[in-house]
């Protein structure tokens, strides 16, 4: 028998998701990843699923709380991309032309696999067209989708998701620009802390107060903050907590899950003119970052700068696999859920409870199948051979 015969069967079946190890891999780091694209995961299954089940039933608000909650994933990647991004930026100056490149070959090949998947089903399923039918039109638009602008600009994107790409897009350039021109190498990190924090209150009081500067951009300053204030801990040899400090880590555990649902919970149940403010126009999308990146900031801070109950659950192998492979999972997730409603439609019409509750574990394997097939086939060969050795510099290479 040999050595590979011998290996335990979980241990061959998560191997081909495991990121390494070294000494500057971030365990808990993986497995937010994972639960960020299970949150994108519950807006889409509610959009495409939620005809099944009667509204005003117990089962129909569950799911919109759990939609409603589900935004806060692409929130939460913004913040680990501030984390990563900023912490590799303020550490090192890397070459300006190498470190684009290399967002680049992180973003691209799995990208335009998937575009170049949509674009081909567009002609396929003519309802599903978005392509402008004049050709110069339909090659610029094409461009702009390329070149991630849906997004920063209002342009409609060809892959919906892709919207966020652009602000990581932005981000990524924004990053060595801020670090150079205020030279913040020499800063404290108190210095820089209440730099963040006031650039963020600008961001989301001009977002309010004048016109849409995309108020979730803030969250990039929510990672970097975090950033810092974990610093302190990150080379420091870890430390069992003792019986207070375990005991107070539940209780962070528990204040910031508690503090995450808030922002979500169904502003029609809120009283009237806040309803009405969180629901329309670009004040409610301030309000709604501010509160949200009030409630993550301690899941993030627990999760990342100290030891406990938190911690564990998110070194769990399963959820860690998903989050080393988040990217293609959050690229495809959306056509395999499309396809499982596809077939759905046709077989089963009106309401049905017991089928709505039954495509939820189908879709979340029809989702993790195909995320499973992009990412061993094109985003770990093309995207993540040529990453960084395991040590202080994967952490500004492994967020996407």
């Known amino acids: 028998m040999s ?31 994972g639960v960020a694209v299970l949150l994108v995961f519950l807006v889409h299954f509610y959009s495409l699923f939620e005809h099944y089940v009667t509204p005003g039933s117990a089962l129909h608000w569950l799911s919109h709380c759990a939609a409603s909650l589900g935004h806060s994933g692409v929130d939460l990647f913004f913040i680990l991309s501030g984390y990563l991004i900023f912490g590799g930026h303020i550490r090192s100056a890397p070459p300006f032309g190498r470190y684009m490149r290399r967002r680049a070959e992180r973003i691209y090949p799995t990208f335009l696999v998937v575009l170049a998947v949509y674009v081909g089903l567009s002609f396929v399923m003519p309802g599903a067209q978005k392509l402008p039918s004049a050709p110069r039109d339909a090659a610029l638009y094409l461009a702009a989708n390329v070149l991630l602008l849906p997004g920063m600009f209002h342009i409609d994107p060809i892959l ?5 790409l652009s602000y990581e897009w932005f981000f990524y350039l924004f990053v060595p620009a801020l670090v150079a021109l205020t030279r913040m190498r020499t800063w ?6 209440r730099l963040f924090t006031v650039l963020a209150a600008l961001h989301l009081a001009l977002s309010f107060v004048f016109i849409d500067l995309h108020p979730r951009l803030a969250m990039f300053f929510v990672g970097m903050v975090l950033y810092e204030r974990i610093g302190a801990l ?18 962070a555990v528990t204040v910031a899950v508690i503090a995450a649902v808030v922002p979500f919970y169904p502003t029609q149940r809120w009283p009237g003119a806040l309803s009405e403010m969180l629901e329309n126009g670009i004040h409610g999308g301030s309000l709604r970052v501010a509160l949200l990146a009030w409630s993550l900031y301690p899941f993030v801070h627990t999760a990342l700068g100290s030891r406990g109950p938190l911690t564990d659950a998110l070194s769990w192998r399963p ?4 989050g080393n492979m988040s990217y293609s999972y959050y690229l495809i997730h959306g056509l395999a859920l499309h396809a499982l409603s596809f077939v759905a439609s046709r077989v089963f019409h009106g309401r049905n409870v017991a089928l709505f509750i039954a495509l939820f574990p189908a879709g979340l394997a029809a989702t993790l199948v195909a995320s499973a ?12 051979s040529a990453a960084p050795k395991p040590g202080a510099a994967r952490l500004s290479a492994s967020g996407s």
């Not at 241990?11 to 497995?31: I, K, N, Q, T, Y």
């Open 160 to 164: 919906t998701v892709a919207w966020s």
């Open 234 to 251: 990150r080379d420091a040899p870890p430390v069992e907590p003792g019986v207070t400090g375990k005991v107070l880590a539940r209780l």
């Open 319 to 322: 959820l860690r696999a998903l």
């Open 3 to 33: 050595s590979t015969d011998r290996t335990p069967l979980a241990e061959r079946l998560w191997a081909p998701f495991d990121s390494g190890s070294g000494h500057g891999r971030l365990v808990a780091m993986e497995g937010l990843r």
């Open 373 to 384: 097939a992009l990412y061993l086939a094109v985003e770990k060969p093309l995207s993540l």
């Open 188 to 193: 404290t990190p108190a210095e820089r802390i």
